[in-house]
């Protein structure tokens, strides 16, 4: 925490972006993640866990703006079809 000091100059937009995100994209999140932890299969919990961050570049674009890089959109899409993939195989078992 000392390395955030001084906090940066910022509107009541941005920080009202940031209290939601903090709360709702990873506290309610994870409350529904621990609670379905319950029912499912440890591969769908930790595919779970995996697309949250992959999914972030695209919250961060769809609420303030910052178009993610070609990587970034690349790497997503290589994590989202390996999990679809994956998804797949393991319906036919």
Same mark, same amino acid.
């Given at each position: 925490?000392?390395?955030?000091?001084?906090?940066?100059?910022?509107?009541?937009? $941005? *920080?009202?972006?940031?209290? #939601?995100? @903090?709360?709702?994209?990873?506290?309610?999140? #994870?409350?529904?993640?621990?609670?379905?932890? =319950?029912?499912?299969?440890?591969? $769908?919990?930790?595919?779970?866990?995996?697309? $949250?961050?992959?999914?972030?570049?695209? *919250?961060?674009?769809?609420?303030?703006?910052?178009?993610? @890089?070609?990587?970034?959109?690349? @790497?997503?899409?290589?994590?989202?079809?390996?999990?679809?993939?994956?998804?797949?195989?393991?319906? =036919? $078992?």
């Amino acid at each position: 925490m000392p390395f955030a000091w001084p906090f940066p100059d910022a509107g009541g937009g $941005e *920080w009202g972006t940031l209290i #939601y995100l @903090g709360v709702v994209q990873i506290g309610v999140a #994870y409350i529904c993640l621990t609670t379905a932890m =319950r029912t499912l299969p440890a591969l $769908e919990v930790s595919l779970l866990l995996l697309l $949250e961050p992959v999914l972030n570049p695209m *919250w961060t674009w769809l609420v303030r703006g910052e178009a993610p @890089g070609q990587w970034v959109i690349a @790497g997503g899409a290589l994590i989202i079809g390996a999990t679809a993939v994956q998804g797949i195989i393991a319906s =036919r $078992e």
